[in-house]
């Protein structure tokens, strides 16, 4: 199953349903007396505060941006007697005021994208809409562990997915439907184990599968390929013997293998883009991802290494940068000056090899709940080293999306296990990499 992630873990707090947010005439007595004003702007929008119509012991409170847009509504549990609202943050941190019952994220037109409960401060469940105002998804547990039932739709109301889960893995029945309603896929799993029927997954964009992408072929046809396409171009020829490029894609593959969307994962000239852009222009295809033997539409992340004789897909870090060169000679040691790049003997190695990572990865990332509740998404790149023991260090930002992001991209990768160092001329050393670890909202 797919945790909501990374490396592409996805949670979907998004879209949209018509809400009335007018406050109900309360129908019981307050235990709470708001004090001051029930209302303040400050530089970053306006809140307001009101009782909660149905509990003398919460409160609804609103979040507007400077525009009056309502951004949020959420019913609290104030653990004091005398609310002031400009405290808000105070009692939050002293636990005094504490999320319990529904929370609403709005979108234009005070219209609801998501929905969610909660208990003393804990997700019980969430709901999306879509535009239309049916459902999307609907999913029991916290945002790290779901627990209860899954179900998601169509736009046009078909159910599209449904199951249920336990502590994180499927548990009793799951169907799969096309968007007439016929049953596409059914099966029943015991504590996450295929029992009977074939495997149900979640028609999602995931980044960690079971099998990535592949070109048919594999690697050195991918090659091939791509480079028939550019040979003839000006832009392939006007490549100096000297120039060396690695250019990073994120390609979206759905689950027949046709690529959706291609995206340039940093900046690069016009002629690069060009060539790329000619590449893979009425791409061929990959054999899509699986989970579970089920095709799904994923993430691929791609490098090209651009030279004189074409692309050559950097899918394994052949060229790293060392570290430590003292066991290097003279002459390499000339090499490692002029390009910080040489080709290393033997690699470090995860253990259980990239899959294992793969999967290590997404079952120990966490979405951060902040970031969820205010939309907040993207990939971390994230560099660190593994030493001549085979530990991780130096973990550190490369690029950043959000604090919230950024620590728990920080957290999982200081929290993997001991690795084979790489090695070099039969000594071990340091080798430096730099990893995407992403975070997608839909």
Known sequence: MKTPVIIGLTILFLLIVP???????????????????????????????????????????YDYDQNGQLLTKTSFVFKGKEFLLKKFNQYINEKQLVRDGKHYNFRNKNEVASELTYKEGIVLSALTYYGNGNKELYMEGDAATLNGEYKMWYPNGQLQFSGHYQNNVK?????????????????????????????????????????????????????????????????????????????????????????????????????????????????????????????????????????????RNYYRPEYVEIINDSTTHAAEKDTISKNAFVILEEMPEFPGGQLAMRKHLAQTTRYPVYAQEHGIQGTVFVNYIVNETGHVTNVKIFKGVHPTLDAEAIRVIENMPRWKPGRQKGQPVRVTYTIPVGFILQ
């Open 19 to 61: 809400f009335n947010t007018k406050a109900q005439s309360s129908t019981v007595i307050p235990s709470i007396r708001i004090s001051g004003a029930k209302s303040y702007i400050d530089y970053k929008g306006k809140a307001k505060v009101e009782y909660h119509p149905e509990s003398p012991d919460h409160l609804f409170i």
């Open 171 to 311: 548990h009793g029945d799951f169907e799969s439907y096309a968007e007439d309603g016929n049953v596409l896929r059914k099966g029943t799993y015991e504590a996450g184990k295929l029992v009977s029927g074939i495997s149900v997954v979640q028609d999602l964009v995931y980044e960690q599968t079971d099998t990535p992408a592949e070109f048919p072929g594999g690697e050195d046809a991918l090659n091939e390929y791509l480079n028939k396409r550019i040979s003839n171009l000006k832009q392939f020829h006007d490549i100096r013997v000297d120039e060396a490029i690695i250019i990073k894609l994120k390609l979206t593959i759905n689950n027949l293998g046709d690529l959706n969307k291609l995206e340039y994962m940093g900046w690069y000239a016009q002629r690069e883009h060009e060539l790329v852009d000619y590449a893979f222009q009425d791409f061929s295809g990959f054999k899509p991802a699986l989970i579970q033997d089920a095709p799904v539409s994923s993430i691929l992340f791609k490098s090209l290494f651009l030279t004189k004789r074409g692309f």
